[in-house]
């Protein structure tokens, strides 16, 4: 008679705990002196105030948190062997939705769902996220890895991320100063980010019976490359916004574009009493969003309702100080352009293709 054991049940406790002594490393990278040390630990702890600051660093601090996950991006890095990135859009997706409320990422939490252990594979993953926090200026303080075998196929795994950051209840960034002559500047996207993956493997490999290997004409890159380019981490522009001179009081809106394109993410922060109007002619579409609508036929305002369509971030400010917040944004290395205005109206996006039918 065979006697049952976790192992033959599909769990291996012992290559489970050679996963965890891989781990540690990962996210030391990522910390700071206000990571408070609890070895083996059940929980991270983190401290508001820097020890190494002789004053206190906020005056009536709010807590800020997001949570997100990657998507069907995970079914590409299956298919091409490749899970050292997805642990930067993990992050990504979390850290951008904190900072549209102004906030600074603090810390970040990981939970990894696996079919089967795989200590090469969970290394991969969670060298992403360290990578990814690096960028972001915040610490992985912990996570959670489950294997879970049946409910998951055993090369199959997900992940979810869990971010907080903070910021002055006088700084907070909600869209309610949001008025007629603002302007609206673009951050670029580095492409596809974590959004709209299902129609993107429907039309690329269903559709048009590509591999990941087939080369995409337009971006000269892979289909496996061009899809699987890291979301951009835009925490670092927020940051510099923060720190210089009160810029961040003339920011009157942040909109991170993710699922539901310009139109629904720009519209989820205006007041009722003015619109956007956005110029599709003043930000460079990237080649990867035109190969793809071309591939299926895909109509455009379904392009627009589904992808960022190469702007990552919007931000919405006071005209006077467009140049300086351009400038600043320069200095981070990321591409922008001045992309519409704010006027009068009810609380719409216009100069898109937009089907109000849906």
Known sequence: ?????????????????????????????????????????????????????????????????????????????TM?????TVGIDLVA?????????GAQPLFFLDYVAMGKDDSDLLEQIVKGISDGCVQAHC???????????????????????????????????DGSKIQAGDVVIGL??????????????????????????????????????????????YADVLRRISQTD?????????????????????????????????DRTSWTLPAEFTWLQQLGSIEDHEMYHVFNMGIGLALIADPASAVQLMNVIADAGIPHWRIGTITAGNGNVQGIPVNRAK
């Open 139 to 173: 610490a992985l303080i912990g996570g959670e890895t489950a294997i879970m075998p049946d409910l998951y196929q055993a090369a199959d795994y997900d992940l979810a991320g869990f971010c907080v950051g903070v910021v002055e209840r006088d700084n907070i960034v």
């Open 188 to 233: 670029a996207s580095s492409g596809f980010h974590s959004n709209g993956f299902s129609l993107i493997r429907k039309t690329v490999f269903e559709h048009a019976g590509l591999s990941v290997d087939d080369l995409v004409p337009e971006t000269q890159l892979s289909v496996g490359d061009t899809l699987l380019k890291p979301t951009q981490i």
């Open 80 to 84: 091409t062997n490749r899970h050292g």
């Open 1 to 77: 008679m065979t006697n049952l054991s976790y192992k033959n049940a599909g769990v291996d406790l012992e290559q489970y705990q050679e996963s965890m002594r891989r781990l540690p490393k990962l996210l030391q990278r990522t910390q700071t002196p206000r990571v408070l040390p609890w070895a083996d630990g059940f929980a991270g702890l983190f401290q508001l105030n820097d020890p190494r600051e002789t004053h206190k660093r906020y005056r009536d601090p709010v807590i800020v948190s997001g949570t997100d996950g990657v998507g069907t991006k995970l079914k590409l890095a």
């Open 93 to 101: 997706m979390c850290v951008n939705d904190v900072i549209c409320a």
């Open 246 to 278: 009160d810029l961040l009081a003339n920011v009157h809106g942040i909109s991170h574009i993710t699922g539901g394109g310009l139109i629904d993410n720009i519209e989820r922060i205006l007041p009722n009493n003015v619109d956007v109007v956005l």
